[in-house]
């Protein structure tokens, strides 16, 4: 009966996998569509798919913070809040949207900020993930604010912020070396993310892996467009997709159906650390009963040596009175008695009195 609700349980899981690929595959290829249409709708959509990803991230982050175990997920989840707001003004400033019109390409310099801030996250999320520093909130909300703030008036108010596009020869070296130095930067943190591998569930590690490996992808192919509703573009944004996909996948889908996996991770690992514990010094407290039961009736025969044995005068047998019943008051050999007390066996001889004495006979 067991067998047959394991296969069905399989079954089940099969189809319903089939159903998301399918949906998924299908999605991708209808968002591709879209480019046909306009490059616009699909550029909206995909950014939109991000933002409603990372601001989901943050909101479980945000919301769980007084009982989070995982201060790498409350620190990164707080982030991507900031990150969201700057992708979202890419999307809403991007070459085509009728919103920014004083210059075209505002969204290029936000991409590049909205990078920066995703990349020097995930690479400094590490330095919270043992527990030794927890980040308070409200701290790194503020903190991520002032930054955030800074990016976005350094673009529109100050105009300072390097240009990363340029009409007819395409990107310029600043936006190409940042793109390089981000993926130098995200390799850091994968590299990091192996190395503290133990503090993930087994799963989600391996999806967050290979979301930042779809993230590096993605900023490369971000290096080699000249057009901003070109090929390379395009791919980039797919890639980006997939990264925020696996996010989700990962964080958002694990932490509702599977919070204990996610949130309380580190938790759940020291309570089984504390029950193994638990257990061996179970099993050491029932050796040192025994051992302790052992030296009190070693100490007992002990005692019963070192006092007065009752002999028999003819015989020369030693009464054991300090046995249980019904064997307590018997009469036994002095071999016997010896071994049962101490363990020492007897090994007979014959004195050079006696032998001189017996040796005749």
């Not at 890419?90 to 390409?105: A, C, E, R, V």
């Not at 090929?231 to 159906?257: M, P, R």
């Amino acid at each position: 009966m067991k067998f047959f609700i394991d296969n069905t349980n399989a079954t089940e899981k099969q189809v319903q996998l089939f159903i998301n690929s399918s949906v998924l595959f299908a999605a991708l290829i209808g968002l591709y569509f879209t480019t046909w249409v306009n490059y616009l709708l699909f550029h909206a959509l995909a950014e939109i798919f991000s933002i409603v990803v990372a601001f989901s991230l943050f909101m479980i982050a945000w919301n769980s913070k007084k009982y989070i175990s995982n201060t790498y997920l409350l620190f990164v989840g707080i982030a991507y809040l900031f990150i969201a707001l700057l992708d979202l003004l890419h999307t809403l400033s991007y070459k085509g949207m009728p919103i920014f019109t004083d210059y075209d390409y505002y969204a290029n310099q936000l991409w590049i900020g909205a990078r920066y801030l995703e990349s020097i996250t995930l690479l400094i999320a590490f330095i919270f993930l043992r527990g030794e520093r927890i980040p308070r909130a409200n701290v790194v909300f503020a903190v991520y604010s002032v930054i955030t703030g800074l990016i976005i008036a350094s673009i529109f108010y100050w105009k300072i912020f390097p240009v990363c596009f340029v009409e007819g020869s395409g990107l310029t070296s600043f936006k190409k070396n940042s793109e390089y130095i981000i993926c130098g930067i995200l390799a850091a943190a994968l590299f990091l993310l192996r190395i503290n591998r133990t503090y993930f569930d087994k799963n989600i590690f391996l999806i967050i892996f290979w979301s930042i490996i779809c993230t590096i992808i993605s900023e490369l192919s971000f290096t080699f467009y000249i057009s901003n509703y070109g090929f390379s573009n395009l791919v980039g944004h797919y890639f980006k997709i997939f990264s925020f996909l696996l996010i989700y996948v990962a964080i958002i889908k694990t932490g509702i159906e599977k919070p204990l996996e996610l949130i309380f991770f580190d938790l759940d690992g020291l309570n089984k650390n504390l029950e193994k514990e638990v257990r061996e010094r179970i099993k050491i407290q029932q050796k040192n009963e025994e051992l302790i039961n052992s030296l009190t009736r070693a100490f007992e025969e002990i005692k019963t040596l070192e006092g007065i044995l009752p002999v028999c005068m003819y015989c020369k047998k030693i009464r054991d009175d300090t046995g249980t019943e019904p064997g307590k008051g018997k009469w036994l050999q002095m071999e016997e008695f010896l071994y049962r007390k101490s363990g020492t066996a007897i090994s007979h001889g014959c004195c050079q009195d006696c032998f001189e004495t017996h040796k005749d006979d």
